[in-house]
Structure formats: C-alpha cells, structure tokens
C-alpha cells in the first residue's frame, strides 16, 4: 500500500474532507484523487524509474523511486515547518497543498524513460492517466509547470526556470488563487535537501565498481545528515568521513569529460550547488518562507582507532552578502575544506612521515 502519512498530505486529508469549497471541483474528494494518482504512478513509473535510468545511461543513479518522492514531500514540509501543522494552515491554501504534492509526485516519474530531458514529463504522464485525473487543462498545466521548474532549462535555454517556465505569478481558478512560482521554489529546494542515506543505491557501492561514476553520487547521500530549522531560517548541513577516505579519488563524468575528484571536493562541489539553490528558491519564497543560511560542519574521524572523538572539523556558513550576484565558494571561504590539503594533513605519504 502506497504510504499517504507525512504532514503536508494528512493536512490536503483535511481540508479536502472540510473544505470542499476551496477546490475547483467541489464534488471531487481531492485527497483521495491525489491517493489513487500516487498509487497509479508508483506502480506505472516509479517502480520502473531505476531500469529506466540504466537502460538509458549504463549509470547507477541514487534512488529515484517512491520513496524518494516521500523524502522530498516530508522535506517540503519540514521547510514550512511541518512539526506545527498550523503555520502550514496559515501559510498554504487547501488547493495549494494538492498542486504541491501532485507537482511532487510528479516531478521525476519521466525517469522511468530515461534521465534525459525527465522535467518535461508531467504534462504528458498527467494526460496518460486519462479519466483517472478529472482535472481542467488549466489545472493540468500549472501542476506541470510547477513540476518541471525542478530542473532542465526554460524555453530559452536559460537556467531560470521558475521565472520563465511558469508564466503567472499568481493563476486564479475562479476564486481560488494558486502561487505557482512560490510552490515550485518549496519542491525544489525541498528535492535538493532530500539528500540521505537510504537514498543511495548500496549496489552502485560494491566493488568492483559496474558504474564508477555512480559512486561518488551514492556515497555523498550516505555521509549527509540534514536539518532544517524554519524558525532560524536556517538549513544545516553535516558529514563525517573516515580519514581513510581522504586518500581516494573518484570518477566525476564520463568518458572524456571524466575527472578524479577527491570526497571532499565533490562535498564542496555539492554544497555550492546548494547554496545556489538556496539564493535562487529564496527569491520565490517571499510571504511564505525564507532560508538566509547554510551551515555545513565536515568531521573526520579515524575509524582504525577506538576513539570517538572528531581528529579534525571544519565548519562554515554560506549566506547572502555583498552584491546579490556574488557566489561564495566553500573553498574560498574555508581552505581547509580542501581535498588535497585534509589527505596532506591526515593521510602523509611514507616518504613524508619523520620529515621536516
């Protein structure tokens, strides 16, 4: 049985059994059309989406199955804090929460042919579920576009797609008012931050290596442990990793354009990704929500002794400052957050050790 328990969908429960009236189509129970909807696209696409991707790429992708689409549902509650359910009453109109959760559900079915080009999906896995979906092409539409925003490229090739995939501020069914862009600005900051180790593909990390450009991906959703804290306006971030780590490198890209990357920097790598999604979401989140910060703590502990305590930590916050299209870099900020220099400080070669 499809799991139908986090905060965000026993709230639509709610609303759709108390408040018929806030959804277009008063004789329809939305929750229950959102229960048989995510019940159809797991046994259609999500339980197909990991053979989709390998079939198309030969990579073991992290998880991209139902209950990743969970994990992002109980992110996205959690940015809106979910612990309280009444700011999330407050904040989102009963329509909103079944646009955002089918916008969800929808955002990575298209794997299930293939990774590329995956956003451009909902539209037409919405119009493949026939009857199943009473829903006007209006409404079809925007939960599409909203789903597609989560990533790709707008219509001119350009990276903004929020501004420019979903046309109207605000879209109207008659009365009712839907705040796309602020709704595609929660599910994607929501999909960055889903990031965890039951995420990984434990088969992507058994030597030897099918895919080893794979690895690295998986191993990152292992080490990551997040926190969200909505009244701090802040997301935390923290990984411990084994000095022994430190010393190895692993496939970034493939064929050519492969490179060695150290853990390490691919951590960093990913944290500016983050941040930049942070910045970007942020901006369609006014009169909902803000995050101003990232705080990230990098532990590294040597798992050959019976010490539990961190031999070297390193922390940093990434926020907003100086001149808004100015990007802070981890490494530039923390240069200690550095590949070569943790494997120089903690992994010296032979020929170093007893050196001046």
Not at 26 to 47: A, G, M, P, Q, W
Not at 64 to 79: M, T
Not at 140 to 158: D, Q, T
Not at 230 to 249: A, C, H, I, M, N
């Amino acid at each position: 049985m499809t799991r139908t328990d986090s905060a965000l969908e026993r709230l639509l429960e709610k609303h759709a059994a108390e408040q018929p009236q806030a959804f277009p189509l008063r004789e329809t129970n939305y929750f229950k059309l959102y229960c048989v909807i995510k019940d159809s696209l797991k046994r259609s696409h999500y339980d197909n989406a990991g053979a989709g991707l390998a079939m198309t790429s030969g990579n073991r992708y992290t998880k991209h199955d139902i209950g990743h689409v969970d994990d992002v549902i109980e992110v996205a509650g959690h940015l809106l804090g979910a612990e309280d359910e009444q700011p999330l009453l407050e904040k989102l109109a009963p329509y909103e929460v079944f646009v955002l959760l089918l916008a969800i559900l929808l955002h990575d079915a298209g794997n299930a042919r293939g990774r590329e080009k995956h956003e451009l999906e909902p539209r037409r896995i919405l119009d493949s579920l026939g009857t199943v979906v009473p829903l006007a092409s209006p409404e079809k539409r925007l939960i599409a576009s909203v789903a597609a925003a989560h990533g790709g490229y707008g219509p001119s090739g350009e990276k903004d797609t929020i501004g420019t995939v979903i046309v109207d501020q605000v879209t109207q069914f008659g009365a009712i008012k839907v705040h796309g862009r602020r709704l595609a600005a929660l599910l994607r900051l929501a999909d960055e931050l889903s990031e965890r180790p039951s995420r990984a593909d434990q088969q992507a990390l058994q030597e030897p290596y099918d895919s080893p450009s794979s690895v690295v991906h998986n191993l990152y959703c292992l080490l990551i442990n997040t926190h969200i804290d909505p009244q701090g306006q802040t997301v935390s971030l923290s990984f411990d990793v084994d000095r022994k780590e430190l010393s190895r490198k692993y496939t970034l890209g493939e064929g050519d354009a492969a490179v060695q990357v150290y853990l390490v920097d691919y951590i960093a790598m990913r944290l500016d990704k983050c941040e930049l999604e942070r910045q970007y979401c942020n901006r369609f989140l006014t009169g909902l929500v803000s995050y101003q910060r990232l705080r990230v703590r990098l532990r590294i502990y040597d798992e050959t002794t019976s010490n539990t305590h961190p031999i070297d930590e390193i922390t940093l916050e990434l926020a907003d400052v100086g001149y808004p299209t100015q990007t802070n870099k981890v490494v530039k900020l923390r240069p200690a957050f550095s590949g070569v220099v943790l494997e120089n400080k903690h992994c010296p070669r032979p020929d170093q050790e007893g050196g001046n």
